[in-house]
């Protein structure tokens, strides 16, 4: 755990020795990990930042495999509905265009960006970062395209599209026969595999690997 400092103390440190908790604000000389360890606020128990093995592999890997789930996630039908001998098949594009067709455009729009172009715009910048990490290349766009990221970060918004999606499937269940879809899986695992890359991909790790000259983050 790292040591937090005073106030008199924090004058005679230069900056890139501390850092602030997240959480709780607490200030504190910034620890040396080695690999696979991490640093926990002393007060809150926030974790500070980690240093994991293979950060740049491992996230590539779960970046293709979420942008290769984007697809089928949006795009098959998330649940098949039937209904008084009717029955539709409904996934998250005809959701948005049935939306933007019965006059509630803006809401279209909104379910739009947070459904589908901001998780993909995520997964793009987070794509671009890595690679120009992994090559050496464009580091300068690199920290441009993940200061991005971070800003988009809170506006992709699939967990509380799937629990729209939960929640319809529990109130229309007595009502209609319902099937999942193999939208819904890919949907779910969609998330899951998001989930995994927030916590693989350690800010700090990429941080350093987009501002450092040689390249460490491979380790
Ligand atoms: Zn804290």
């Not at 690999?35 to 491992?58: D, F, S, T």
């Not at 939306?99 to 589908?116: E, I, K, N, R």
């Not at 920290?143 to 929640?167: F, T």
């Amino acid at each position: 755990m790292p040591d937090p400092v005073d106030a008199i103390e924090v004058s005679d440190l230069p900056l890139d020795d501390l850092v602030a908790c997240h959480e709780c604000d607490l200030l504190m000389r910034k620890p040396a990990l080695a690999l696979g360890e991490k640093a926990q606020c002393p007060r809150c128990g926030y974790e500070l930042y980690a240093h994991r093995h293979n950060v740049v592999e491992r996230s590539l890997a779960l970046v293709l495999a979420a942008l290769l789930l984007y697809i089928p996630a949006n795009f098959l039908p998330i649940m098949q509905l039937n209904l008084l001998g009717q029955s539709s098949e409904d996934t998250v594009w005809s959701g948005v265009v049935g939306l933007f067709d019965t006059g509630m455009q803006g809401v279209a729009a909104v379910v739009f960006l947070c459904s589908m172009a901001i998780p993909l715009l995520k997964l793009l910048c987070q794509l671009a970062v890595l690679l120009s990490i992994r090559w050496k290349i464009g580091r300068s766009y690199g920290l441009l395209l993940y200061r991005i990221y971070h800003h988009m970060k809170d506006w992709g918004m699939l967990e509380v599209y799937l629990m729209g999606v939960l929640v319809a499937i529990v109130k229309l269940a007595d009502m209609a026969s319902i099937t999942i879809g193999l939208g819904l899986v890919c949907f779910v695992s969609l998330l899951m595999v998001q989930v995994l890359l927030e916590v693989v991909m350690s800010p700090h790790q990429i941080w350093q690997a987009l501002s450092a000259e040689d390249d460490h983050a491979g380790d």
